[in-house]
């Protein structure tokens, strides 16, 4: 050890650490003392005191947000179908005139003396019969959506679209609950065609015979993808669509390989396809005997709403069922329904469309899904229940 050493060991670190224990160590445990006293008596309750504030701020700009939203959202549901519709009748009234407007576009088929005064029936005073009309034009609608390929493809139809057996049909789709109960026992299903235009639309059409009656009844798919959009805006401005003669030509093959001479022959269609069940009536009227439209788009768009509502006069074709309704608690029809001219004899309204099992609920479509509608019906989801089938043809409700 170095003379340095033994003289810092000796003499400095003595002092040094008499120093530290004398001076350093009470003023730094003072100082400690007092930034713990300052932090607890000052900075603390500051800091609470901001983040409390920051959190009130944020939690009333939260609430207010999501009150505001939720205002907003509840004002857009109750108000917009109404400025809606007032905005297509304005523009109507503003651009259109009966003078503007090839009223043989919209004329029912029917001859003039023929014609009915348009009637509305409310559900809480259909009969049984009526009851059951309603509820095969709902579930044919949904058929309609019977997929030529998707069936080929599992094996449940043959090259010509012809069934196999109607079972493989029902179990290859997730359908509303309780319809193939009440269709399997009412109707066999024939076949199924599809006329697809790249991009534009694939029509779906179903052919399906009553069981009972030997009625044929065809059901025309309704929007079921992004690009019939394409045809539904060609149907609200142009009145007719580019999948119209697609179908005639599914249906004249229906005709000629499957539909007895003189037999009956029923048209139904929901939304689109109501639409275009309507064009193949107007088209060929003295092929089919009724029509029935489930939330039906119309034809024309804003002119044949201007002609529904300044020209018709509630004058309808009697052959011309249309099934539509209301959403609970609201005085909103679907707008989809309140576009285009479809010229019924009645129609058969639900004044409350609830929510089937599963769906979401979504003020501007409710009423126009077929599932609510199904389940809506006196019997609900599950009709079977409330129906005893007294004969192989027969159906009391009880």
């Known amino acids: 050890m170095g003379w340095f050493s033994r003289f810092k060991k000796k003499f400095v670190e003595p002092v ?19 930034i713990d006293t300052v932090y607890d008596v000052i900075v603390e309750p500051v800091v609470s005191t901001v983040s409390s504030a920051v959190t009130s701020v944020v939690e009333f700009v939260t609430e207010g947000a999501s009150t505001l939203a939720s205002t907003a959202v509840n004002a857009f549901i109750e108000y ?42 409310t559900s809480d005073t259909w009969s049984d019969a009526e009851t059951t009309l309603v509820r095969d034009a709902v579930a044919l609608g949904q058929l309609g959506y019977a997929d030529y390929s998707d069936l080929f493809d599992a094996g449940a139809v043959d090259a010509d679209g012809y069934v196999f057996n109607d079972a493989a049909v029902y179990d290859f789709y997730d359908w509303n609950d309780g319809l193939e109960d009440w269709t399997s026992n009412r109707f066999d299903i024939v ?39 394409i045809t539904d805006a060609a149907l609200v401005f142009f009145g007719t669509t580019f999948s119209q003669f697609a179908i005639s030509d599914i249906i004249a093959g229906f005709f000629e390989d499957d539909i007895a001479q003189d037999a009956t022959v029923n048209l139904v269609g929901e939304s689109l396809g109501g639409a275009e069940a309507l064009l193949q009536y107007r ?5 089919f005997d009724e029509v029935f439209a489930v939330v039906s788009a119309g034809l024309g768009g804003f002119e044949g709403t201007y002609y529904d509502r300044n020209i018709w006069d509630g004058m309808g074709d009697p052959n011309i069922t249309e099934i539509n309704g209301n959403d609970a608690g609201t005085d909103f029809n679907d707008l989809v329904t309140s576009l285009g001219h479809i010229g019924a004899g009645q129609t058969y309204f639900i004044e409350d469309v609830i929510q089937a099992a599963g769906n979401t609920d979504n003020e501007f479509i409710d009423s126009h899904m077929t599932d609510n509608l199904w389940a809506s019906l006196p019997g609900g989801e599950f009709p079977e229940l409330p129906v005893t089938d007294t004969s192989a043809d027969t159906f009391e409700f009880v």
């Open 16 to 34: 040094v650490d008499a120093v530290v224990d004398t001076i350093v160590t009470p003023i730094v445990e003072v100082t400690t003392t007092v």
């Open 283 to 287: 088209t060929n009227p003295d092929q």
């Open 191 to 229: 076949r199924t065609q599809e006329a697809t235009i790249e991009l534009v639309y694939e029509a779906n059409v179903t052919l399906l015979q009553n069981l009972d009656t030997s009625d044929y009844f065809i059901s025309i798919g309704g929007t079921s993808s992004v690009e019939d959009a």
């Open 80 to 121: 917009a179908p109404a400025v809606a519709l007032d905005g297509i009748t304005t523009f109507i009234d503003t651009y259109y005139s009966p003078n503007d407007i090839n009223t043989s576009d919209y004329e029912p088929v029917v001859p003039q003396a023929d014609r009915v005064q348009h009637e509305t029936i």
